[in-house]
């Protein structure tokens, strides 16, 4: 296993190195830069361009390339173009944040998915087809829904109209009362859309296994039929639904994006946000190439957890 990880960080060099190029060249794609956001119509002439060079946006594009390569191996993000705070710093801030989200939004959706989806399973195989089709029916319905259309919705219902949530403020980890009733809603939002889908893959997969012969080797000795579906089809069943959460965790990182814009949670997708709209280049490079990073462990994590359910498979 420990080759497995090795081999592994470095297939990250290549993946990093596109990662970083892609995104420098997208960026300066973009009209405009962070001197027009910053001065606005206030600098024009040779004002704008000093400003220009003083930021270091004025010397030709591979020298940009270069000097932040060499950062990145110095292990140095180098500072925001527009504040001049330094970008590791905005980062450690907001990660602990998102990724908090990120984890609890997982752990919630397969608790939550996985029991909705081996309950449809288990009744869908005893002749009871109404469950199984109304939880197919709910769940594409949640998965169609846009996400930035139910935390309107959400913030409508249970911040103007009950008042039960909040929809802005700070989150404060002191406080684990005030801390998750600041990040409900946003997890509502998130839990949605992976419930359905893990839903959907866990209930198929559930259903394929109760069809096999230990299945019925097991009722047939009289075992309880949730231990037979939770222990042993559940168990079975799970390679499928591990693939499925790990690439919903990749998804997730996507949707946090949106959903913290709109909650105004200070996490990695509002600076993110915040740094496209001031063409900060040095910011969303960074941030991006936080995405890509947490995206990868995800799935060596995966692999790992491959490993541990099915001692069979080789990594």
């Not at 079975?236 to 949670?265: D, H, K, Q, R, Y």
């Not at 960074?286 to 994590?301: D, H, P, T």
């Amino acid at each position: 296993m420990a080759d497995y990880a090795w081999r592994k960080l470095l297939q990250l060099i290549p993946t990093v190195i596109g990662v970083v190029t892609l995104v420098f060249l997208a960026m300066r794609m973009i009209p405009g830069n962070a001197t027009g956001f910053m001065a606005g119509d206030n600098l024009s002439g040779d004002a704008l361009a000093a400003m220009t060079e003083r930021l270091g946006l004025g010397i030709p594009m591979w020298q940009q390339y270069v000097n932040y390569v060499t950062g990145l191996l110095r292990f140095d993000l180098g500072t925001t173009i527009v504040t001049g705070l330094p970008v590791s710093q905005l980062i450690l801030e907001a990660l602990p944040i998102t990724v908090m989200v990120a984890v609890l939004t997982v752990l919630i959706s397969c608790v939550i998915a996985v029991t909705i989806g081996t309950i449809a399973a288990y009744l869908a195989n005893k002749g009871k087809k109404w469950f199984d089709q109304l939880i197919t029916w709910l769940t594409m319905l949640v998965d169609l829904m846009p996400s930035f259309w139910m935390a309107l919705l959400l913030m409508l219902t249970f911040t103007l109209t009950l008042g039960w949530f909040p929809a802005s403020g700070t989150i404060n980890f002191s406080d684990p009362g005030q801390m998750l009733q600041r990040i409900a809603l946003p997890l509502m939002v998130l839990c949605a859309g992976q419930i359905a889908m893990i839903a959907r893959i866990t209930r198929t997969a559930v259903l394929e296994v109760l069809g096999e012969d230990y299945i019925r080797t097991a009722r047939a000795f009289g075992l309880p039929q949730l231990r037979v579906v939770f222990r042993h089809a559940l168990k079975n069943a799970a390679m499928p639904v591990i693939t499925v959460a790990g690439l919903a965790f990749g998804n997730l990182l996507n949707g946090t994006i949106i959903t913290e814009f709109i909650f105004s949670i200070p996490g990695i997708g509002t600076l993110l946000i915040n740094g496209i709209n001031s063409r900060d280049y040095t910011l969303v490079q960074s941030v991006i190439l936080v995405y890509a990073f947490l995206f990868i462990l995800v799935n060596m994590l995966t692999d790992f957890i491959y490993k541990y359910i099915d001692p069979r498979v080789r990594l």
